[in-house]
């Protein structure tokens, strides 16, 4: 998929973005187009709550209690750059998906790989209703 025809297909649609998987729910994934060291890229996505990727880190407890808010760029495949996000949100909701495109595409200084922000994430018990 290149950018041109993406954008394309996204005017068509009326979208601003692809969302591959449903809202609300614990993760997005989903395409948007941005740029990325001066090219237009198109982002492949995952947003997901802190509590969402604190259950799927291959590593230790020591990794998750350190766990933040962060922004993780990968290497392009093409014109296809992964983008990983994690917030400190309960859910990912349209609503959440449009301020995270927003934010990643008024950031200036992006760069390849990992940027933490905020507060370390607390893990609040989780409670099960009867």
């Not at 802190?50 to 990968?74: N, T």
């Not at 950031?107 to 940027?115: E, M, N």
Request: proline share 6%; no cysteine; glycine share 6%.
């Amino acid at each position: 998929m290149n950018v041109r025809e993406f954008q394309v297909q996204l005017r068509k649609m009326g979208d601003d973005y692809h969302l591959v998987s449903p809202v609300p729910a614990p993760y997005a994934d989903l395409y948007f187009v941005g740029v990325f060291e001066q090219k237009t890229v198109i982002w492949k996505a995952r947003i997901g709550t802190l509590d969402y990727y604190s259950h799927h880190l291959p590593h230790g407890v020591e990794e998750k209690m350190r766990l933040r808010a962060f922004i993780d760029i990968g290497h392009a495949d093409g014109e296809l750059r992964p983008l990983s996000v994690g917030l400190n949100v309960p859910i990912i909701d349209a609503a959440t998906i449009q301020k995270t495109i927003i934010m990643v595409r008024q950031y200036k200084r992006l760069q390849l790989g990992r940027y933490e922000y905020g507060e370390v994430y607390s893990h609040a018990p989780r409670i099960n209703p009867d």
